[in-house]
């Protein structure tokens, strides 16, 4: 039984992280891939403009990232908003991951 399931796993693994698979674009992208992509697109487009407000109204009240600096902070109140940074592009990468859970009885 654990090597059919090391065996299933493997084969997924495969599958799931061949080159193709991870495309950005593409169209068999589902819904909700279409949505979050938007999203992002979205936020790099207000990054950019350096509207902080605009990017804001997307955020969580405690939403935090690791900036450029290599430091967590809170978005609302880190180098961006300070105008300590400013992006003249943004490429972000967004990648789709698969993973199979294997529950034995």
């Known amino acids: 039984m654990r090597l059919r399931a090391a065996s299933l796993f493997l084969v997924t693994s495969i ?13 068999d992208q589902s819904p909700l891939e279409q949505q979050i992509r ?3 697109q979205t936020q790099v487009d207000l990054l950019l403009r350096n509207d ?5 109204r997307n955020w969580s009240k405690d939403y935090v990232v ?5 430091q967590v902070v809170d978005a609302s109140a880190g180098p961006i908003r300070r ?23």
């Open 38 to 40: 938007a999203l992002e």
């Open 52 to 56: 902080v407000a605009g990017m804001q």
């Open 15 to 27: 599958v799931a992280f061949t080159p193709g698979a991870l495309s950005a674009q593409g169209p």
């Open 66 to 70: 690791n900036n450029p600096f290599n």
């Open 83 to 105: 105008g300590q940074l400013t992006y003249s592009s943004f490429v972000p990468i967004l990648n789709v991951f698969w993973c199979t859970i294997i529950q034995s009885l």
